[in-house]
């Protein structure tokens, strides 16, 4: 029986700033901070749309709104249960001569964001749908169940205890899904044509331009995981698990940023990583309404090599199945059949000799139709 539930995905509502501001120090020593030309992109020949001269940018101080990162723009919240991650900002000015203006994200990979999910079990009653049934029992992350993190490999990675945050870095998502850093190049979205591209750069862009997707999956139920996975003191419990997986590779990610608080008339667009939450499971119980729908189509079902045999032997037996078909498929006539029942009822109540006639023709004694309608009507 399928579990009906939902998972939402949220930033944290108060993030280590002083974390993230020493996160993007560490990070500015990095390659791409400290030499961002090697890692100019050109999509295509005509440079129509370059990533160039980027600048990365650390989380801003007090006080500080220009060359930083304010903190609404760290993440940018889609849906409930979706969520993107910026690491990679194109800032278009309101004048279309000046160059478009391009940034990193020094410290995207220390974000945090934050899960919440619940689950309930459906009743089951006869001829009940599963959408329309009430709910058995609800559990969730903040009440009763235990959140088992698996990384790329299956094994077990953390465990976070009911009531608990379920938080985790970027990062720790990236490394779960058994990712590449967003430091690596990615050839699936397109060879860089900038001129001076070589070596690897030139094979394509930075995992922090062209971005990604990650499909955070909580399983929860019956039989979902291997009780070698669950710690002993668990097993009683109820439980789910999570598995980060990387999709939409070499496919390109970006939103839609709001605007700069220092300039409302520039445009940006935001790259990254977009985290996308689904819950999914069964519970096996006792369900009468399944049981009943499978047993009617178990009994449907064995009826049909009867069938079968029965149109082979009536239409491809050639002379045998005209004979079966006439045996089958008798033919009557209702006038000839209402005559003779008619005749066998008036035989029983009526004696021969006051229905004998003689013929007109041949002088011969035999049942009269006159006298048979006299006493057809006196009967």
Known sequence: MPLLGSVSVSSRGQQNFTKLRTFGKLKESEPFCRSPHLFDYWPDDSA????????????????????????????????????????????????PREPVH??????????????????GVPDGFWFQSTRGSQIESWHSSGMDTYLLALDSRGKLYRV?????????????????????????????????????????????????????????????GSSHVATQIVPENLRSHSQCTMRTYATSEGTWISTDMPSSLTNLSNTRTGRGVRIKTQLEGHMFKADPNSMFLNVAATVV?????????????????????????????????????????????????????????????????????RFSVQALLTF
């Open 48 to 95: 129509s749309q370059k990533y160039v001269d980027h600048v990365c940018l650390n989380l801003c101080t007090h006080g500080q709104s220009s060359k930083c990162l304010l903190e609404h723009d760290m993440t940018i919240g889609e849906d409930s249960s979706s969520i993107f991650a910026v690491t990679q900002i194109q800032e278009q000015t309101s004048n």
């Open 102 to 119: 391009n940034y990193f994200v020094a410290f995207a990979e220390a974000v945090e964001v934050k899960l919440t999910f619940s689950y």
């Open 160 to 220: 976070f205890s009911p009531g608990t945050r379920i938080e985790m870095s970027v990062g720790e998502l990236i490394s779960l899904a058994g990712a590449d850093k967003l430091d690596t190049i990615m050839p699936e979205a397109g060879p860089n044509r900038h001129p001076r591209a070589i070596g690897l750069t030139a094979s394509g862009p930075l995992r922090r331009i062209s971005g990604f997707e990650l499909q955070v999956s909580i399983h929860c």
């Open 301 to 369: 079902y064995l009826q049909f090599p009867g069938k079968v045999v029965l149109l082979f032997a009536l239409f491809c037996c050639g002379h045998i199945s005209t004979i079966y078909r006439s045996l089958l498929f008798r033919q009557f006539s209702i006038t000839k059949e209402a005559g003779g029942m008619a005749m066998r009822l008036l035989a029983q109540e009526v004696a021969f000799d006051q229905l004998e006639g003689v013929s007109a023709d041949t002088n011969g004694t035999g049942i009269s139709g």
